[in-house]
Each structure stands twice: as structure tokens, then as C-alpha cells.
């Protein structure tokens, strides 16, 4: 590639119909912003490595709380377990982090990185729709243990913006 590898995420981005912000990141070689369907995703790569990563995080607003918290105990740890084996099983998933707090429960989801031999624009898309099934697919499960109905379903988009996911980077994925 002639051009950076920021340079050339940014066009992809744009090229993709999402809309690319950066984000100030000193932790970060370069730390860009992108929404989809209302869920805030960074695309980031560190200073001391090499690789790009698609990274989200999840803050369950006050329904999804009011959901975690109304489940009794059993539900709660049957809930927590299914989605941490869920996305432990997911060979796309590079990393993630659950606190399962239940006045302040957060989930961060990265897909596994891909280096700049590898870099293209399919997986680069690739591994945004990764982050945003895994971030969907915790909140559904939310939904089931919690004994919703499909049509009595809650907005996947978390409470907060991208300042949330800023303050709580993500582990990195070495590869």
C-alpha cells in the first residue's frame, strides 16, 4: 500500500457508507469513529503494533438494566455463561471483556486483528459486522433470558456514545 494504512481505513469507510471520524486517541496510531444502525464501533491501531482492530462497547441502558436486574440469580448466571461461551466460540471474536455489574453492566467486543499484509476492505467490513452481530446477539440473549417476546424487543444501541468506549479501550488482539 503507497498510501498509510489510516489513509486507506478512512477511504474503505467512506467507500462503505459509513462515516468516519477520528477519534483523539493517544494510546493509538489512529482511533476512528463509525456508527451502524445506531451502534458506535472504533477502528483503531495501536502504537506498538501492528495490526487494525474493530472494537465496541456495550453499556446496557436503563431497560436493558431494569431486564438484568429483574432476573433471579440462576437466570442471570445461565445468561452471563451463554454469552461468554457464545463469543469464546466464535473464531471471529479476537477478545472480550464482560462486567457483569448490575447497576453498570459493559461488554467489550474486538474481532481479531488483521495486519497490514492482510488488510483489505472485505475484512475490514467483515470485522465490523463481527463486533455488531456480537454486541446484537448479547442483547437479544438479554431479551430471551429475560422471557421477552420477539415483538416486545429493546433497541440493540447502548446508552452512552463513543466517549464510553474511549475511556474503556478494549485488550489488544495480538493477532
Known sequence: MSRSVKETVFEWLREAGYLPKEVPDSAARFNISITVTGLALDVVQNPGGSAVLVRSTLLFNRDQLTLFRGMDGRTRDNFLWDVRFTLLNNNEVGTFEIKPDPENFRAVVQA????????????????????????????????????????????????????????????????
Open 112 to 175: 481479531r486483528g488483521i495486519f497490514p499484509d492482510a488488510l483489505t476492505k472485505d475484512r475490514l467490513i467483515h470485522a465490523i459486522l463481527v463486533v455488531h452481530k456480537a454486541i446484537t446477539m448479547i442483547v437479544w440473549k438479554l431479551e430471551r433470558y429475560a422471557g421477552l417476546s420477539r415483538s416486545e424487543g429493546l433497541p440493540v444501541v447502548p446508552a452512552s456514545g463513543h466517549e464510553d468506549i474511549n475511556k474503556h479501550p478494549a485488550p489488544v488482539d495480538t493477532g
